[in-house]
């Protein structure tokens, strides 16, 4: 008993983020997981294309 009537008093002093600030936040997130997947794409696509040039050259050497 003594354990749920701890967590009672101790969930009474969690401050919870208004509804503004969750809206704001999500937010934020979408951004910058948007934003670091272009930036990851555009080097996954640089480095392909360098590498079908690279693979291009050696082959011609050969």
């Known amino acids: 008993m003594g354990f749920f009537k701890n967590v009672k008093s101790e969930m009474k002093k969690v401050v919870w983020p208004t509804k503004k600030q969750i809206l704001n936040n999500t937010g934020l997130v979408i951004i910058l997981v948007i934003a670091i997947a272009a ?21 011609s050497k050969v």
């Open 39 to 59: 930036i990851v794409l555009s080097f996954d696509m640089l480095i392909s294309v360098l590498d079908k040039y690279f693979w291009a050259f050696v082959s």
